[in-house]
C-alpha cells in the first residue's frame, strides 16, 4: 500500500476538542486495523522512566475497529526499537484522512524484554467513569496483556 497523509488527532476523555493533532502516513489498512508512521511531533523530551520520547523518534501508530486501545511502537533515530505505549482509549474513529481517538488516561508501557508497566488508573477514576468504561478498560488491559505473553503482532520482537 502507497503511504498517505493522515491527522492523527487525540481528544481527551470526556471532552469533545482535540488535546493535540500531528500527522502522520497510513502505512498499512485492513479491515480491523489501520497503521501510521509519525514523527515524534514535540521539540520536547518526555521522560517515561524507562525510556523518554526525543525529537527523531518515530512512532508505527497500530489503531484497532474493535479494540479500545491503540499501540505506538516506538523507535529511535536510528531505527532502535525503544519499547510500546499503549492508550487505553474509547473505540477509535476512522475518517477518510483523521484518525480520531479518545483517551481514557489508562496507559501500558511495554519494555523490549516484555516487562509490562501499568500506568495512570488514577487519573482514570478522577473521569468518574460509568461501571462500563471501566470494564471496558479493564478487558483492554488483560487483553493487551495476552497480546504480550503471546508476543501477538505489534509485539513480535520480544
Request: proline share 6%.
Given at each position: 500500500?502507497?503511504?498517505?497523509?493522515v491527522t492523527i488527532t487525540?481528544?481527551?476523555?470526556?471532552?469533545?476538542?482535540?488535546?493535540?493533532?500531528?500527522?502522520?502516513?497510513?502505512?498499512?489498512?485492513?479491515?480491523?486495523?489501520?497503521?501510521?508512521?509519525?514523527?515524534?511531533?514535540?521539540?520536547?523530551?518526555?521522560?517515561?522512566?524507562?525510556?523518554?520520547?526525543?525529537?527523531?523518534?518515530?512512532?508505527?501508530?497500530?489503531?484497532?475497529?474493535?479494540?479500545?486501545?491503540?499501540?505506538?511502537?516506538?523507535?529511535?533515530?536510528?531505527?532502535?526499537?525503544?519499547?510500546?505505549?499503549?492508550?487505553?482509549?474509547?473505540?477509535?474513529?476512522?475518517?477518510?484522512?483523521?484518525?480520531?481517538?479518545?483517551?481514557?488516561?489508562?496507559?501500558?508501557?511495554?519494555?523490549?524484554?516484555?516487562?509490562?508497566?501499568?500506568?495512570?488508573?488514577?487519573?482514570?477514576?478522577?473521569?468518574?467513569?460509568?461501571?462500563?468504561?471501566?470494564?471496558q478498560a479493564e478487558q483492554?488491559?488483560?487483553?493487551?496483556?495476552?497480546?504480550?505473553?503471546?508476543?501477538?503482532?505489534?509485539?513480535?520482537?520480544?
Amino acid at each position: 500500500m502507497i503511504a498517505r497523509d493522515v491527522t492523527i488527532t487525540k481528544v481527551k476523555a470526556g471532552q469533545q476538542q482535540a488535546a493535540f493533532s500531528y500527522s502522520g502516513d497510513i502505512v498499512y489498512r485492513d479491515d480491523e486495523m489501520i497503521v501510521a508512521r509519525c514523527p515524534w511531533p514535540s521539540s520536547k523530551v518526555v521522560d517515561l522512566g524507562p525510556f523518554a520520547l526525543e525529537p527523531g523518534d518515530i512512532f508505527m501508530e497500530y489503531y484497532y475497529r474493535s479494540q479500545w486501545f491503540n499501540i505506538f511502537a516506538i523507535y529511535d533515530a536510528a531505527g532502535a526499537l525503544k519499547g510500546w505505549y499503549c492508550n487505553v482509549t474509547a473505540p477509535v474513529e476512522i475518517l477518510s484522512d483523521e484518525i480520531r481517538w479518545h483517551d481514557l488516561e489508562v496507559d501500558l508501557l511495554v519494555l523490549p524484554d516484555g516487562t509490562a508497566l501499568e500506568l495512570d488508573w488514577d487519573d482514570l477514576e478522577k473521569l468518574h467513569p460509568s461501571p462500563q468504561v471501566r470494564q471496558q478498560a479493564e478487558q483492554a488491559l488483560a487483553t493487551l496483556h495476552r497480546w504480550v505473553r503471546e508476543k501477538r503482532a505489534p509485539f513480535r520482537q520480544l
